[in-house]
């Protein structure tokens, strides 16, 4: 899922932390663990992570049923999480984009500010994102109108740089629950803008496992997507 201010400030202020894993939501971003998982929306993906350290890790995910797939790293610090990340992407009619960016998670919490208990995370970044968006031959939006189409759609090059604004919050509840939710809006060059919401909630079987139940929208210029799904992940340190 991708939506992404330049991280750049934040590594700048930011020193050098070893934080206790186990002090943190199994739902934390910031929280560097080696797992594994597979989820089932519309599609089945499978994912993990790679603790390198007490501070980095490698990130990845791919799906078993399309082109989609994303890889990267963190690495984390006193005042937030630091992320690179690149992927693919598909929508409808064939369109698809292939992003690359670099952002941070900031717990709020580093400033004591956790209303009613929510853990709430400042999320930015920078993105460079191209692709191909499919675009509507009598729409008055679509600038190619001689390219070959056998049902009225045409896909259109495009590229853009900008940056994304958000926030990503957990809060606890009662028998292990995790309610958690997170929404961003981005924008780029040549009018490009997009956004993404999400609200979900996990429960922790055991030390270890855990489930959860999501849905999300997510809408851009490349194309739009939602879905309900359900997945699982099992945590080896």
Same mark, same amino acid.
């Given at each position: 899922?991708?939506? $992404?201010?330049t991280?750049?400030?934040i590594?700048?202020? @930011?020193?050098? &932390? @070893?934080? #206790? ?8 971003p910031?929280k560097?663990?080696?797992?594994? !998982?597979?989820?089932?929306s519309?599609?089945i $993906? ?6 390198? +350290?007490?501070?980095?890790? =490698?990130? %990845? &995910?791919?799906? =078993?049923e399309s082109?989609e /797939?994303?890889?990267g790293?963190? /690495? =984390?610090?006193?005042? *937030?999480?630091v992320?690179?990340?690149? *992927? $693919?992407?598909?929508?409808?009619? !064939?369109?698809?984009k292939?992003?690359?960016?670099v952002?941070?998670f900031?717990? =709020?919490?580093y400033?004591?500010?956790?209303p ?5 995370f400042?999320?930015g *970044?920078?993105?460079?994102t191209?692709? +191909?968006i ?7 939006a679509?600038?190619?109108? +001689? ?6 759609w045409?896909l259109?090059?495009n590229?853009?740089?900008?940056g994304?604004?958000?926030?990503? #919050?957990l ?5 292990? /629950? ?5 929404a961003?809006?981005?924008m ?12 979900g %909630?996990?429960?922790?079987?055991d030390?270890?496992?855990?489930? $959860?139940?999501f849905? #999300?929208?997510?809408n851009s210029?490349? *194309?739009? +997507?939602?879905?309900l799904g359900?997945?699982?992940t099992?945590?080896?340190n």
């Amino acid at each position: 899922m991708t939506i $992404k201010l330049t991280a750049g400030l934040i590594v700048v202020i @930011a020193s050098y &932390s @070893a934080v #206790a894993k186990d002090n943190k939501l199994s739902e934390d971003p910031t929280k560097v663990v080696t797992q594994l !998982g597979a989820s089932y929306s519309d599609e089945i $993906k499978v994912s993990g992570s790679l603790s390198l +350290d007490a501070v980095r890790k =490698l990130n %990845a &995910s791919i799906s =078993l049923e399309s082109e989609e /797939w994303r890889f990267g790293g963190s /690495w =984390l610090f006193d005042i *937030g999480i630091v992320n690179f990340n690149f *992927g $693919k992407q598909s929508f409808d009619r !064939g369109a698809e984009k292939t992003s690359y960016s670099v952002g941070t998670f900031m717990p =709020l919490s580093y400033f004591d500010i956790a209303p009613m208990g929510w853990q709430i995370f400042a999320m930015g *970044g920078y993105s460079h994102t191209e692709g +191909d968006i499919a675009c509507e031959l009598d729409s008055n939006a679509c600038p190619i109108i +001689d390219m070959p189409s056998t049902d009225g759609w045409v896909l259109v090059p495009n590229a853009t740089n900008g940056g994304y604004l958000g926030a990503f #919050a957990l809060k606890p509840l009662a028998g292990d /629950w995790t309610l958690i939710t997170a929404a961003a809006y981005s924008m780029g060059s040549d009018d490009y803008s997009g956004y993404f919401a999400a609200l979900g %909630a996990s429960y922790q079987i055991d030390k270890q496992q855990k489930v $959860k139940l999501f849905g #999300a929208t997510q809408n851009s210029d490349y *194309g739009s +997507d939602q879905n309900l799904g359900v997945g699982y992940t099992y945590q080896l340190n």
